[in-house]
């Protein structure tokens, strides 16, 4: 019978771990008056600042890639888009109660142990935002929320995904 509950329990987390683990959200937004085909070069307003320098070079880089892509050339003046990234996170708690002591497998409240554990967790944000150069309004913003990991080699993959994400329908078109 403890073999059972174990298993079951064992399953639960495993459930959780992977809705956790496929928790990232990406949402991209757009100026529907702006007109794509007339961007062809970009450059680096602002770069992100993480608290790790190679993870700053690492969305540089796959933003480049996903804009080149696209036709456009990189330049450090006079482009006709400007490029912001900004990177967040934040503590967060969630509550995990079991409950244990189900006789003959009927729901009964009675008997039974509660066990309440607390799991902190960071959630990291990703922001690119692009700006016409000459109206200074901006045209596109991507945005990437997800649960970061303890090994930084997961974060970035977890960024890598995002911005491909954030870009797979760039240049965006009104409908």
Do not use: C
């Not at 949402?27 to 993870?55: C, E, G, K, V």
């Not at 480049?64 to 892509?69: F, G, H, P, V, Y």
């Not at 929320?145 to 930084?152: A, Y």
């Amino acid at each position: 019978m403890r073999t059972i509950k174990a298993a079951f329990v064992l399953s639960f987390l495993m459930f959780l771990m992977a809705s956790t683990a496929a928790a990232q959200k990406v949402d991209t937004d757009f100026d529907h008056h702006a007109d794509f085909s007339r961007y062809r070069t970009y450059m680096w307003l602002r770069q992100p600042m993480l608290n790790d320098p190679l993870a700053n070079q690492r969305v540089v880089d796959d933003v480049n890639r996903q804009l080149q892509a696209q036709g456009w050339q990189m330049v450090t003046q006079n482009a006709d888009v400007g490029v912001v990234a900004n990177g967040a996170t934040q503590q967060k708690q969630t509550l995990n109660t079991f409950y244990d002591g189900f006789p003959g497998w009927r729901w009964s409240w009675a008997g039974g142990d509660t066990t309440t554990t607390v799991e902190n967790y960071t959630v990291g944000t990703l922001v690119v935002d692009l700006f016409d150069s000459h109206s200074k309004q901006a045209i596109f913003r991507g945005t990437a929320t997800d649960t970061l990991s303890q090994k930084q080699e997961k974060n970035d993959e977890k960024i890598d995904k995002a911005i491909e994400k954030m870009f797979d329908k760039f240049p965006p078109r009104a409908s």
